[in-house]
């Protein structure tokens, strides 16, 4: 059972078995995989990321597990294998003052089918019950890795069932924190130079769960992305640069989690195509030279205030 400030909450496995049976084609296949991902996170992320390996009498369990949870198809090409991951589990791209959004909200919000933000087969909902129950959890990416970026408690895990599930699995890893504490640890992400990404997963009740805060050599999934798997859909913005501000010292290439920066005669190149509108650059730009603007090339923001009906 879990504390939090104020009171006892629910079992979290029970609460998300129950949420799951209300969600629209949540099966208990959905509910199994979102148990482990859950309640084992870091041999998940451990084992899909390759830092772990399972012993080879296990091989078989893992593979049919892999079929159970993830649908694995016999003779399907690389390419459609990865699209299918990604319409399962997938990031989308957040500046900074949109995550602060995400974690500051008073209402409860219920937001379903955003494909125009969310460009996902599955899960694109936003539904946040108790939005203020905010756990910050180790991060699993992180964590498994021989030589992790620091701090590791920067996974904030948002809104029932999934907080306490987090918290009640794995109190020595998480804490319970307040949306303004969320903040901080959004704005000292981003003064470290890294990603914020929503997360959804359909395992998750086939919606928003977690905002993860990415750096690109540790995280799986930014690797992943770079490796070809489409899991990451970008802001909605895109990088731009004030030629009579920017003096060419080249602070901002060497920031940029995707390669999308570069110098070329002395001047700041952007490669649109490549630039997933995070903001790292403009907040390390020294001379205030980059500012993200809106692409609609790039899909539409994931901005929350804006999505919520005017009462």
């Known amino acids: 059972m879990g504390i939090r400030r104020g009171g006892i909450v629910r079992s979290g496995s029970r609460a998300l078995w129950r949420e799951g049976r209300k969600t629209r084609g949540y099966s208990l296949a959905d509910f199994l995989h979102g148990y482990v991902y ?6 998940y992320i451990g084992l899909a990321t390759g830092e772990r390996r399972l012993p080879r009498v296990l091989a078989p369990l893992v593979r049919a597990a892999g079929r159970l949870f993830l649908g694995s198809r016999n003779g399907e090409s690389a390419e459609a294998s990865k699209r299918r991951l990604a319409d399962r589990y997938h990031g989308k791209v957040v500046p900074t003052d949109a995550a602060e959004q995400l974690v500051t909200l008073d209402v409860p919000v219920e937001l379903r089918d955003l494909e125009q933000i969310i460009p996902y087969a599955t899960a694109r909902d936003i539904v946040a019950r108790e939005p203020d129950h905010i756990v910050a959890l180790e991060c699993p990416c992180r964590s498994v890795r021989a030589n992790p970026c620091l701090p590791l408690d920067v996974c904030l ?6 907080a306490s599930f987090v918290a009640e699995h794995h109190p020595q890893k998480s804490r319970w924190i307040t949306p303004q504490e ?11 130079g890294h990603v914020h990404h929503a997360f959804f997963k359909d395992a998750m009740l086939h ?7 990415c750096c690109p050599c540790c995280c799986g999934a930014m690797q992943a992305f770079g490796n070809g798997t ?6 909605g913005y895109v990088s731009t640069v004030d030629r009579e501000r920017c003096v060419g ?3 901002c ?3 940029c989690p995707f390669g999308a920066l570069s110098m070329e005669d002395g001047a700041l190149a952007i490669d649109g195509d490549a630039c997933m509108g ?15 603007s809106r692409d609609p090339a790039k899909g539409e923001p994931l901005r929350i205030r804006d999505l919520i009906p005017s009462s």
């Open 38 to 43: 859950g309640r084992w996170p870091y041999l």
């Open 157 to 162: 895990i948002i809104g029932e069932p999934f």
């Open 182 to 192: 969320a903040v901080d640890v959004l704005r000292a992400e981003r003064d470290r």
């Open 207 to 213: 919606r928003f769960y977690a905002i993860c805060n």
């Open 230 to 235: 489409p899991m990451l859909a970008p802001s």
């Open 249 to 251: 010292c080249g602070a």
């Open 253 to 255: 290439v060497e920031v």
């Open 278 to 292: 995070c903001g790292v650059c403009v907040a390390k730009c020294p001379q205030a030279a980059l500012s993200l």
